[in-house]
């Protein structure tokens, strides 16, 4: 399960986690854009940040409970209580990011809807408040600034147990 900020990376090394290991991948946020049938930025504009977070976490709920291969959780699916309790047990990968990278993933000009005023602002302040969080969640923390998607998965599936 692979947690951090937006730009941390957590769908492409979802994607090539998965591949490697010959399992499924998985995105809360898609699950989230089927049942809401819009976009995630959408349902923050027309429906608010607490409908998008309750759908969040139904759809951690739900991928937990039916997925079982790799799952890349939303940037704020980890601020609930309830799915940080979820979370316990499972090999929780934290993809550490620095705000210079994630810039540069996400982009200024980004349809994030939680970073569309001051979108570096809102990046590194939503970085510095979830920290904490993706730290005491994540059983292994990998940096990913500066390196490539293999390099990475190569370091993720070193960690994982046997």
């Given at each position: 399960m692979?947690?951090?900020?937006?730009?941390s990376g957590k769908s492409t090394l979802?994607?090539?986690?998965?591949?490697?290991?010959?399992v499924g991948f998985r995105d809360t946020d898609a699950d989230v854009e089927a049942v809401a049938g819009k976009p995630v930025s959408d349902v923050f504009i027309e429906d608010g940040e607490a409908a998008f977070r309750a759908l969040e976490h139904q759809a951690?709920?739900?991928?937990l409970a039916e997925h079982d291969g790799i799952l890349s959780l939303g940037g704020g699916a980890v601020l609930d209580a309830e799915t940080q309790a979820l979370l316990d047990g499972h090999h929780v990968v934290y993809l550490q990011v620095g705000l210079a990278d994630a810039v540069q993933r996400v982009g200024l000009?980004?349809?994030?809807?939680l970073l569309v005023?001051?979108?570096r602002s809102q990046l590194k302040k939503l970085m510095e408040e979830r920290r904490p969080v993706y730290q005491r969640l994540a059983v292994v923390t990998v940096?990913?600034?500066?390196?490539?998607?293999?390099?990475?998965?190569?370091?993720?599936?070193?960690?994982?147990?046997a």
């Open positions: 692979l947690i951090g900020p937006p730009g979802g994607q090539l986690l998965a591949e490697r290991l010959g951690v709920r739900r991928a000009a980004s349809a994030r809807p005023l001051n979108p940096v990913t600034d500066k390196r490539e998607p293999a390099e990475l998965a190569d370091e993720i599936l070193r960690g994982l147990p």
